[in-house]
């Protein structure tokens, strides 16, 4: 089998319209299905490839089913904060988080503007 250079390999590349080639430094990717489930590749080797103008992601690691959903936790001074601002409870501080991903703004915001109810 013949050998390709670098410099060949980078030409033949560009002729085939493939612009980029880029290595991702990811932690993991998880798969969120429909029906529920997740599944999650930890350490992937993520390449990132750009062909005329269209990126496609190629992905290679062991994967592995998520159980259930992880709980978020946010630092009690961060429920305190919700608590008072929005005058709400814990429970409700603590949706509110949940829904805003730990944005304390946030949270404020959308208690005042009635966007959740205690229920």
Known sequence: MK???S???RR???????????????????FHYRDGRITRIYEPNVSKIVVAGSTTYQIIGEEEEVEEEETKTFPEEDIKIVMEQANVD??????ALELTDGDIAEA???LKEGGLSNQ
């Open 90 to 95: 814990r429970d409700l501080a603590i949706k």
């Open 108 to 110: 404020i915001i959308v």
């Open 3 to 5: 050998k390709i250079s």
């Open 12 to 30: 033949m590349m560009k002729r085939m319209g493939i612009e980029n080639v880029e290595q991702l430094d990811i932690e993991y990717v998880e």
């Open 7 to 9: 410099r060949e390999l």
